[in-house]
């Protein structure tokens, strides 16, 4: 059974960094792409970034770039969301996906980041 659980949420003050992390496992994921998607309240869930599995090419949301970073753990066999400069508008459920193709399969069960003004 595949499962991604996902870590590392909380509450931040503006400006302050907090790293999330998504643990698959289940399957052998070498060929599919882990991302990291986002849902606000009220509003739709939105695409955060990504990496494939098996490289180290990574995509962003334009809102994001420069200060979120992507990444894996090979030790832990973990993707990691490194997330700087935090805003208020940052502030959402963050859920890890895996997928192939752009189209996701597979989704955690969320964690709550909260980013106070």
């Known amino acids: 059974q595949v499962q991604l659980v996902e870590s590392g949420g909380g509450l931040v003050q503006a400006g302050g960094s907090l790293r999330l992390s998504c643990a698959p496992s289940g399957r052998t994921f070498s060929t599919w792409t882990l991302a990291w998607f986002r849902q606000a309240p009220r509003k739709e869930r939105q695409f955060v970034a990504a990496?494939?599995?098996?490289?180290?090419?990574?995509y962003y949301a334009a809102s994001v770039k420069g200060r979120f970073t992507i990444s894996k753990d090979n030790a832990k066999n973990t993707v990691d969301l490194h997330m700087n400069s935090l805003k208020p508008e940052d502030t959402a459920v963050y859920f890890c996906a895996a997928g192939v193709e752009g189209t996701y399969k597979y989704w955690g069960q969320g964690t709550q980041v909260t980013v106070s003004s």
């Open positions: 990496i494939y599995w098996s490289g180290s090419n990574t």
